[in-house]
């Protein structure tokens, strides 16, 4: 008899995956990041469904869920193994809607509870008495599991019916799929007409791919040709690897026309028995229980392999995102610094205001030209920093998360941003001078201001402002010069220096919100790593 490996340390290796897994995002719009959350989600309900719970409570009933396509009779097919209607069934699409899951009264309890599908809300009340409930949820808000009992099933056995594989409602989609997940037998469900659909060979090709026990049902099928396409079914299963699969077909009958009625009993009856054989043969429970289980752990080897790939790939790609910022802001700092040690800001208005300074221009106004010069000098290298930044990530796809490169019309722009630090620099350097000037034993001290202009014109003017550093040295001497000088250039490289480190973290701000770093990737291997150790 195969039974399951339920150490607390494998439980615990499983869970320390379970967690890691929870914390991988991909929110990059790299080419694999769709089927990378795709992966993760199933992976988290398949961890959260099914194998935590399982291997933590193998003796809780089999759980054999219903899946397929649209109209493939799925309700009909749970509702005729019951023996009376528990599932919606009709021709309206989407039918099943709220998933409904029946077992034994003696095994409700199992169920009751949160320990499968624990992110549904349950609901105890037969759905056709729901509208009369006002306690019952909305469920079109509220994703809800409703359960039915029926003593006609045998104990240790449930039935869940799901949602449309292809439904048209894409939360129907992915709840389906995630209801999969947590089965330990999983039942797809096809026609006559739809059995070669790409829709159910992805089904089919899942449970392959981990192993799961698997049944088929090939419903609807006419009596003139029910030997033929159980026949072409039976082919391409053994060419997909799935032979020895076990194959169920029911007739189309008068009461599967509509998906309103109960088949009759015989119709069902060799289903019914390979289910309840499932669930009261001991060496068969545990045969189908560990098969899935183990399937679904296998499965992780390639798995969880393929989640850190993705993983890896989203880091890579916030770096070279990183790295574009930085190497278009790093680069306008090195041009900036040399154009101001080249004079640039004493140009245009501030040159002209420099060149009638003092009889034609006030101490003030030269300082204004001067300020108004600079921040035009910083803003300039913010925005080729900027649309440099802007060609670079247009050429990466994975600049195209909104928020990225999307800008908020109501946050103040960095025009305003930079001329704010400009005018703070300016009245700490008048500040500055204010205090060279109080130090001063003149008897007559020189205007502060017109020292602040001199200082700032020396500092931003280059070669040509030469003269504004002798004329400072006349005002206030030669040690308060220079030492004033001094102060004043590490004023000027501080607030340059916080003004585009400022403007480079905000263009980075949206991209360090996505929290994308290099370690999901080493921790979702560890983690296989772990729980491969401890099987």
Known sequence: MVTLDVRPQLLDALSALRDRVAAARFPLPLTGAPRARANRDELLAQLD?????????PEAPLLAVIGGSTGAGKSTLVNSLVGRRVSEAGVLRPTTRTP???????????FSGMRVLPDLTRVWMPRQDADDDPLLPDEDDTRVLRIETADTLPR????????????????NRALAAELMCAADIWVMVTTAARYA???PWHLLRTAKEQDATLVTVLDRVPHQVVSEVSRQFGALLAKAGL??????TVPELPESAWGGGLLPATAVAPLRTWLAQQAQDPAARHRTMARTAYGALDSLKSRMPELAGAAAAQYAAALRLTAAVEGAYDSEYTRLRGRL?????????ALKRWRSYPLDCSAGELLDALVESLAALLLCAVTAADERIDETWRREPAAGVPG??????ALESAEHRIGMAVRRWRRVLEEYAEDEVRALEKSVAPDPEAVAALVATALLGGRRARSAGEGLAERIGAHGALRLRDKGGRLLT????KALDGERERRLAPLDALDVHPEPQAELIAALSVLQKER
């Open 49 to 57: 469904d099914y194998l935590v719970p399982r291997l933590r409570e």
């Open 100 to 110: 409904v899951l029946v077992c034994h009264p003696e095994d409700h309890h199992w």
């Open 156 to 171: 240790g056995l449930a039935l869940l019916d799901a949602p449309d594989i292809d439904s048209l409602v894409a939360r």
């Open 197 to 199: 659909d790409a829709v």
């Open 243 to 248: 032979g020895g699969v076990p194959r169920f």
């Open 341 to 349: 040690q080249a004079g640039a800001v004493l140009a245009g208005g």
């Open 404 to 409: 990225l490169t999307d800008r908020d019309p």
């Open 494 to 497: 501080d607030y340059i220096d």
